[in-house]
DNA sequence: AAACAGGCCTAAA
DNA sequence: TTTAGGCCTGTT
């Protein structure tokens, strides 16, 4: 009998704490996470494709547990005590509707150039659209990682997306956007644009560097900040949010109320507003 | 078929 | 400082 070399490596987590996969996964946050019919959920992150799944208290996740240990506990951000954080928002009725709705979102550590090249694309698009793009610049351009015997794509670095030019990106039919995406890559790349010196720095530089880039206005940069640099201040605004505050605070608002905590309250109002329950 | 989609840029008040 | 219109492309 021939060995079953594949999928013999599934690490099973217990964990208490908030963890909802498909809220993670559809909380507008990322966009190569897909579920499977099973429940599961497929995606390629951190250089590696990966499946993983909920069963009962515990997370099943492929990989050993040093790929848990090293990269995904830390892409999830397992550090951090979401019910106590989801608590902290509840600065009104509503905020307590948000959250309790929305309970079980995480906000992902994802990789730096990987958010602000998808963030570029997002401007304008509807999210099928967005993860299209984003799917056929990692067949053309990403390296091949295996799962289960499947072929799947990484997400290109910014090196080999410097080294292109504008007509190479012509397949993602990603339109104006292109020459943003290739600005962006080679400033990454040559270092001019040092994403991770910014996640040591504050939100309002941070979000002024960000800015200094053509095709990265505030939304994007916000993006960025938030679902990337671990600054949990950000806090995007998008036509979503614009609603929802239109409707819950018409005598305005601002985000500092949420403190450092302004990013998770800011994606609880988001998957609330986009589900429709919170009219 | 015209309008719109998870913005951004520029020009003009 | 705020506002309108254009922008690639795909979908409705």
């Not at 547990?65 to 509503?94: H, K, P, Q, T």
């Given at each position: 009998m021939p060995l079953t070399l594949t999928d013999a490596c599934e690490t099973r987590v217990h964990v208490q704490d908030d963890f909802d996969l498909k809220k993670i996964f559809e909380c507008g946050q990322c966009f190569r996470w897909n579920p499977e019919p099973d429940g599961s959920y497929i995606g390629v992150a951190m250089g590696k494709a990966a499946r993983i799944r909920r069963?009962?208290?515990?997370?099943?996740?492929?990989?050993?547990?040093?790929?848990?240990?090293?990269?995904?506990?830390?892409?999830?951000?397992?550090?951090?005590?979401?019910?106590?954080?989801?608590?902290?928002?509840?600065?009104?009725?509503?905020m307590r509707a948000a959250s309790d709705f929305g309970a079980g979102i995480r906000i992902l550590n994802q990789d730096r150039w990987e958010t602000l090249c998808s963030f570029i694309i997002s401007q304008c698009n509807n999210i099928p659209r967005i993860k299209k793009i984003v799917e056929t610049m990692c067949t053309c351009f990403g390296q091949e990682t295996e799962l289960s015997g499947k072929t799947f794509y990484t997400f290109p670095d910014a090196g080999t997306i410097a080294r292109l030019e504008e007509r190479d990106l012509?397949?993602?039919?990603?339109?104006y956007r292109a020459p943003y995406i290739l600005a962006a890559a080679r400033a990454v790349d040559s270092g001019k644009l040092d994403l991770e010196a910014l996640s040591k720095s504050d939100a309002a530089s941070a979000k002024r560097t960000l800015m200094s880039m053509r095709g990265i206005g505030e939304k994007v940069a916000n993006c960025v900040i938030l679902f990337s640099l671990r600054i949990g201040s950000a806090f995007p605004i998008d036509v979503w949010?614009?609603?929802?505050?239109?409707?819950?605070?018409?005598d305005g608002f601002d985000p500092e109320v949420f403190g450092e905590n302004a990013g998770l309250a800011q994606q609880y109002m988001f998957y609330y507003q986009r589900s429709g329950m919170a009219n």
């Open positions: 069963d009962g208290d515990d997370v099943i996740i492929s990989g050993t547990a040093s790929d848990w240990a090293n990269i995904w506990s830390d892409y999830f951000d397992m550090g951090r005590d979401y019910r106590a954080l989801r608590e902290s928002v509840c600065i009104d009725d509503y012509s397949p993602l039919r990603c339109g949010m614009k609603k929802a505050i239109a409707q819950h605070y018409p």
